[in-house]
């Protein structure tokens, strides 16, 4: 016969130490994991997590945006690039662990939500709680002598009609000894909340929606060039994964100008821009012409797409011509700006037309100066001195394989260079107008002067063309971001500054008749204002039945 686990004589076994936990199975496990997913801690975390991942997208180009930036940052950073590269570094926003980041969030939000407007809504049907045995212990606790005759359950009646008249929702209690009334306000409160939050997964399933059906993509043009609204006409396009380009509105967008104001009155920042505006002209299929302009962060919005202004600078017009005359290259090239005085670097490739293939290395300098060491830089960004330099290579420049170049980048490990460096040739300088001779008899290359006749009286500020860099941006949600937001708004601030209070008013009969009064709140949070909402509260109440004693007094003493 087996002994009770607690008889003297029971094998003793070592005491157990701490709280046995029951093993949970894989509901319990899921079910807990889902508790922990949707708490308000979690999705504030997740919600911290999504501003931090954001933070690479700021840091370094991204393809959506500006691919001229990430082949930029290739060429400058060719060791750190591919890692960054295969942490999606330049594709943050559609990288797996932003997206992962992203529906965390999605569904820790909607697991917050729901429980809480069910349990928000029960709250709002049901009545005010009873009121408290002993005031006393509560915020703003009061006491007051009602006014001699004062009937109990019309003080009551009278406190009630104060509170209603100030918001509050009440609910009367009332006994043989005494009478109260139980008010609470503050409702707005958590429906601001609840509004928040739900407005906040409307903002991630507009921007999912959103990302999916519209597209980004760019284009580069110079001045008098015009671009046509079709997925051929894009240098870069970035469509949405569920996005039909048949749904391409076809419109033309031509840069008419492109102009540039700069500080010249303070000296501390001379040479600074003020202002950048892009003269545009666009004409929408079977319609009109229609001018416009594109401003930074003032886009211009036509055909159910944003034009951005994305970045700008100098097109030099560069004509490269065969000894026999004939002209194998004509074409305004735009040159990256490489800093703020807009000394800017640009590539000119030649595959035919000449007895070898011909690439050229430019630097571009608007108001050319000379260093101690004798190395060129552009001293201000406007045309005042223009000034084109060219190191000219020969060889194959891989056009032919079939592979995808950058036209802003020219491999020189199997071309041979033929003027600058170590040549002992000396790199071509063109000003505006100017002509030079190739080596090695290839021809001749010739800066073309945009507008001569100004040229030739000095003024240089027309000579050579801008381009300017456009962003085309279609987004089906906008309207939809704009009304979420509102609403974040909306639930944040009604959140903040909405009290959540209870108030209550509780009238006793003592055993000579008399009606002794007494007031108290209590807060849902920190509510620094209560003390003083109960004191209004029983000011308003008193003065209100002394008012009434004064007017049922008054036709007895006639």
């Known amino acids: 016969m087996s002994r009770p686990s607690d008889h003297y004589d029971s094998r003793r076994e070592a005491p157990q130490t701490g709280v046995v936990q029951p093993k949970l199975g894989l509901t319990g496990w ?24 954001s933070i690479p997208g700021s840091l370094v180009p991204q393809r959506t945006s500006d691919p001229n930036g990430v082949t930029q940052y290739f060429t400058d950073h060719p060791d750190l690039a ?22 965390l969030l999605f569904i820790s939000l909607i697991g917050c939500v729901i429980p809480r407007t069910k349990h928000h809504f029960q709250a709002l049907r049901a009545k005010p709680p009873t009121t408290p045995a002993r005031l006393g212990r509560l915020f703003g606790f009061t006491t007051q002598d009602a006014p001699a005759h004062t009937d109990a359950r ?43 939050h739900a407005a906040l997964v409307g903002i991630l399933i507009t921007v999912g929606f959103g990302g999916g059906y ?22 870069s396009f970035n469509p949405g994964r569920f996005f039909d380009d048949t749904t391409l509105d076809p419109y033309t967008l031509s840069l008419d100008d492109f102009s540039v104001s700069y500080e010249q009155r303070n000296l501390q920042a001379y040479g600074q821009p003020i202002d950048f505006t892009a003269d545009v002209t666009v004409t929408p299929k079977g319609e009109a012409a229609e001018p416009g302009a594109v401003k930074v962060n003032g886009p211009l919005r036509t055909n159910e797409t944003s034009i951005y202004l994305l970045g700008n600078g100098y097109a030099p017009t560069i004509q490269v011509t065969a000894p026999d005359g004939t002209v194998v290259f004509s074409d305004s090239v735009p040159f990256l700006p490489q800093d703020a005085n807009l000394t800017s670097l640009g590539i000119v490739k030649v595959p035919d037309g000449l007895a070898e293939q011909l690439g050229m290395i430019g630097f571009f300098y608007p108001t050319q100066d000379k260093a101690a060491s004798g190395a060129n830089f552009s001293s201000y960004p406007d045309l005042e001195y223009p000034l084109l ?48 001779e190739l080596p090695g008899g290839l021809g001749t290359v010739s800066f073309i002067d945009n507008n001569p ?64 009064l007494e007031y108290a709140g209590l807060a849902r949070g920190d509510d620094p204002a209560l003390e003083a909402a109960v004191s209004a509260v029983a000011a308003r109440h008193l003065k209100l039945l002394k008012t009434h004693q004064t007017v049922v007094a008054t036709p007895e003493s006639t």
């Open 154 to 196: 019309d003080a009551i009646t009278y406190a009630r009609t104060v509170l209603k008249s100030s918001g509050y929702r009440v609910a009367r209690f009332d006994s043989d000894t005494e009478s109260s009334v139980s008010a609470e306000r503050g409702y707005l409160r958590e429906t601001g909340n609840l509004v928040f």
């Open 389 to 436: 330099t060219l190191n000219v290579y020969t060889g194959d420049l891989g056009l032919n394989a079939g592979v995808p170049t950058s036209v802003y980048a020219l491999d020189t490990d199997t071309l041979a260079q033929q003027t600058g460096g170590k040549t002992g040739v000396s790199s071509i300088e063109l000003k505006p107008g100017a002509s030079a």
């Open 30 to 53: 899921l079910r807990w994991f889902w508790r922990q997913l949707t708490s308000m801690r979690t999705a504030l975390f997740l919600l911290l997590m999504l501003a931090i991942a």
């Open 453 to 516: 006749a100004s040229s030739a009286a000095g003024d240089f500020t027309q000579s050579v063309p801008r381009f300017a860099s456009f962003d085309i941006h279609h987004d089906p949600t906008q309207i939809w971001l704009i009304s979420f937001s509102m609403l974040v708004l909306f639930g944040l601030f009604t959140g903040l500054l909405v009290p959540r209070r209870r108030v209550w008013v509780k009238a006793t009969i003592r055993a000579d008749g008399t009606v002794h």
């Open 82 to 103: 591919p890692i960054l590269d295969k942490l999606q570094a330049f594709d943050v926003y559609t990288s797996a662990w932003f997206s992962s980041i992203y529906l």
């Open 214 to 235: 519209g597209f980004s993509g760019q284009r580069v043009l110079v001045e008098g060039q015009t671009f046509v609204n079709t997925l051929l006409a894009y240098d």
